[in-house]
């Protein structure tokens, strides 16, 4: 189907809207600044959002505030009651949320289509951990005669912040865990994705949550700076950018504001000499080039044995080469365009740096010139995969957040310590792989990447588990009771027994 009829025959709710959610209801926003929402598929402005005033944001949190009183009252078992509607609400809008998140920023619909049932799989985790929330928690003193009792206080008024390449999951890995813990929340999502996180809003009010609870404001990345720093915001959480997260952990240094940073990565695959070349074939797409790359915990760099390099370029190059690129709503389609036309020209610019310093391109490499079915206009760029890459080039250190792959080459005639040396040889620490057959080798190796997650022959990220990044990557952890912890603030009782 053309894109352009395709497009005409979605029946999207939200496109040029005109409200926040403050305080449980939808307000007329009373700016008149706009910002624009394009298809990045199209290169066509379809939507468009209001620029939150600083007397809407002292209105969001001061009804934030308002309601952390009474929620914060109640348990986490009676706030669970209130995750387990809001995931079943969550479910019942998967496609109208697909349908426009894919058209915010060009995540292919097979993309899309997981992220209500896995915003949902998020809210049912944090209910699990009520009882360890609301359990008494009493500890003796070293010597007999006193014990302290360890109190879990929600720790306020919350920021979320988030970035564009997965608009809910990135919302909801924070507002799940606050709600549970009793906070209350102010959601600002990026400024090409501010329309798929309605849905959640919708399932928020659906599932009764008090007024002030959750609030939602759009804006630039000023506005972002001045919720940052609002008087009334006790934490932020954020996702995105490490330029960015400096900037925000800067503001939260001065105002000693508890802060949660999820950045930016630039991690490694390392291919061991026993690897299975199916199995990397078969995973590589989702571990090294997932949401047409933009992932931050993907491992862009492949880092090959001596002995086995071509085969290894081979395998990545042919994979890579034959994911379908097209129409991000078209059911086939691996890579999508990338998220906007900013993110076009900085790849691009990557691509051109990595030829000038001497990569060699093995797929892809240039603007995706065969597209046709009205996506002429789109931002798309072939997936591509350069061989020949050394530790020194930009495309090797920085992170491109596009189609992009490197792969470097390791000598493992005398084992793979090389092989780790090159995965840590980077300012960032989020996330990594191992391919290998034998897998008590692999796990040796994993052990040695220096990084908050590593899959073995393996990609994902589970909600029990700590997700986060170290270095430039971040500070702080989301998902798992860690993750529970960070909207926690504790209180030691001490008495005589
Ligand atoms: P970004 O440019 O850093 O923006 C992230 C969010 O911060 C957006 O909502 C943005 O608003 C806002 N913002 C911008 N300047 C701000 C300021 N001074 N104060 C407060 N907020 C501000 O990141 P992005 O381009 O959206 O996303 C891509 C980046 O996110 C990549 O680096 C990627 O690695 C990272 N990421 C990390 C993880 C992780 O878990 N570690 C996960 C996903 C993505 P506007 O959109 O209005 O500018
Ligand atoms: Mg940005």
């Keep these: 189907m053309n894109a352009a009829t395709r497009r005409a025959s979605l029946q999207l709710p ?26 990045p598929a199209v290169g066509q402005e379809w939507g468009s959002v209001p620029e939150a005033t600083a007397s809407e944001l002292d209105s969001a949190v001061g009804a934030a505030r308002t309601a952390l009183k009474s929620w914060s009252a109640l348990t986490g078992a ?67 005669g006193a014990e302290s009792i360890v109190d879990k206080d929600p720790i ?12 809910i999951n990135l919302v909801v890995i924070k507002l799940a865990p606050a709600l549970l813990a009793g906070c209350t929340v102010i959601i600002k999502p990026a400024s090409p994705t501010p329309l798929s996180i309605r849905f959640i809003i919708e399932a928020i009010e659906a599932a009764g949550v008090p007024a002030g609870v959750v609030n939602l404001l759009t804006g630039s990345g000023r506005f972002g ?6 008087p009334g915001v006790d934490k932020v959480a954020f996702t995105g950018s490490t330029p960015v997260g400096k900037k925000i952990a800067a503001a939260c240094g001065e105002l000693l504001r508890p802060v949660t940073l999820e950045l ?14 199916s199995v990397l074939s078969t995973r590589l797409i989702r571990s090294c080039m997932r949401n047409t790359g933009q992932t931050c915990y993907i491992s862009t760099r492949i880092i090959a044995p001596s002995s086995r390099y071509a085969e290894v370029v081979q395998t990545v190059a042919s994979t890579i080469a034959a994911g ?11 890579f999508g365009p990338v998220a906007s036309a900013s993110q076009y020209s900085t790849v691009m610019s990557y691509i051109d740096s990595a030829r000038e310093e001497g990569a060699r391109v093995v797929a892809g490499g240039t603007r995706s010139i065969s597209l046709s079915e009205g996506l002429e206009s789109g931002e798309f760029i072939q997936p591509t995969v350069f061989a020949d890459v050394t530790p020194d080039m930009r495309i090797s250190r920085e992170e491109i ?7 470097l080459k390791y000598d493992d005639t005398n084992g793979v310590s090389e ?44 909600h029990s588990a700590p997700f986060g990044g170290r270095h430039e990557s971040g500070m702080g952890v989301e998902y798992g009771i860690e993750g529970l912890s960070a909207y926690l603030t504790y209180k030691s009782i001490h008495r005589t027994v």
């Design 419 to 462: 092989a780790i040396a090159l995965a840590n040889n980077t300012e960032f620490g989020l996330g990594g792989l191992v391919f290998g057959a034998d897998e008590e080798q692999a796990l040796k190796v994993a052990r040695q990447v220096d990084s908050g997650s590593v899959g073995i022959n393996f990609f994902g990220s589970n």
């Design 401 to 407: 957040f596009g189609p992009v792959i490197s792969i």
């Design 78 to 144: 009676e706030r669970t009651g209130y995750l387990l509607k809001i995931a079943t609400e969550i479910e019942s809008r998967s496609e109208a949320l697909a349908l426009t998140n894919t058209r915010e920023n060009g995540s292919p619909i097979s993309e899309t289509r997981g992220a209500a049932s896995n915003a949902a799989g998020i809210f049912r985790y944090f209910a699990t951990l009520a009882p360890w929330l609301d359990g008494e928690d009493i500890r003796p003193f070293p010597a007999d």
């Design 324 to 334: 379908r690129q097209g129409d991000p709503y078209d059911e086939e389609t691996v």
């Design 14 to 39: 939200y496109t040029h809207v005109d409200d926040f959610y403050i305080n449980g209801s939808w307000v007329k926003a009373e700016g008149t600044q706009r910002n624009p929402v394009v298809d």
């Design 264 to 277: 930016g990565g630039k991690s490694s695959a390392i291919i061991l000499p026993d690897a299975d070349m």
């Design 225 to 230: 700076d001045a919720l940052v720093r609002h």
């Design 156 to 167: 306020g008024v919350c920021a979320l912040i988030a970035p564009w390449n997965f608009p």
